[in-house]
């Protein structure tokens, strides 16, 4: 559900809903190589994600970040350089931001208005830049922790045994080894036979 968060309206974990919308969600990228093969697999079965991108990795790869955004996803603000909220002043943060829109409205001609702090943490710094930059925040409510372990099957199971609707589901596509397409094409096949829609984080969030 969402939570109250101060000067920014909401900061959605999940949200309710009466369907069984959830929404997949990458963070750290784009990567050359990974993120490809994980656009491969959600197009292979029909699914839309939300990929929050860190400005330094889209500066380096503008032609994975502008393939996400081709294929039909969503992105995401996940600041310019990946550092921790509690590690920056105000101003510190906000330039972070800038920084990550503007190479994303330079270099994928793309605005976003969704904003995953790094680490999670919201503090209120987070919450007065989010404001200033008309962002919405979001974090997750299921972890995949997909970073730890190159087994498919233990990713995919985490996903799995906790999903609800209206969950947000935590990846990444920025660990080179990992097995994230391998889970996708484990859980993918099974989230839909049970009945689940992945979405975008605007869409499961009603937001244009």
């Known amino acids: 559900m969402g939570l109250r968060c101060g000067a920014q309206d909401t900061?959605?974990?999940s949200v309710p809903t009466d369907g069984?919308?959830?929404?997949?969600?990458?963070?750290?990228?784009?990567?050359?190589?990974?993120?490809?093969?994980i656009l491969e697999v959600l197009e292979r079965?029909?699914?839309?994600?939300?990929?929050?991108?860190?400005?330094v990795n889209i500066r380096n790869y503008?032609?994975?970040a502008r393939e996400v955004i081709a294929r039909g996803h969503e992105v995401g603000n996940h600041t310019d350089s990946h550092v921790c909220p509690r590690n920056l002043s105000e101003s510190a943060l906000a330039a972070e931001l800038d920084r990550c829109e503007?190479?994303?409205?330079?270099l994928c001609e793309y605005r976003p208005h969704l904003f995953r702090?790094?680490?999670?943490?919201?503090?209120?710094h987070v919450r007065h830049c989010?404001?200033?930059?008309?962002?919405?925040?979001?974090?997750?409510?299921?972890?995949?922790?997909?970073?730890?372990?190159?087994?498919?099957g233990v990713i995919?199971?985490?996903?799995?045994?906790?999903i609800r609707p209206g969950d947000i589901v935590l990846m990444h596509d920025y660990v080179a080894d990992s097995k994230t397409p391998e889970a996708l094409e484990l859980m993918l096949p099974k989230l839909l036979a049970l009945g689940y829609e992945p979405v975008t984080v605007s869409e499961l969030l009603g937001i244009g």
């Open 62 to 64: 503008p032609d994975a």
């Open 130 to 152: 989010a404001e200033r930059g008309d962002y919405t925040v979001i974090l997750w409510s299921v972890d995949t922790r997909d970073w730890e372990t190159r087994q498919a």
């Open 117 to 124: 702090p790094p680490e999670g943490v919201v503090n209120a």
């Open 102 to 106: 503007d190479t994303l409205e330079n």
């Open 20 to 37: 069984c919308r959830i929404a997949l969600t990458f963070d750290d990228g784009p990567h050359p190589g990974q993120t490809h093969r």
């Open 11 to 13: 900061v959605y974990r």
């Open 156 to 162: 995919a199971e985490r996903v799995l045994s906790r």
């Open 45 to 55: 079965y029909g699914v839309r994600a939300t990929f929050f991108m860190i400005g």
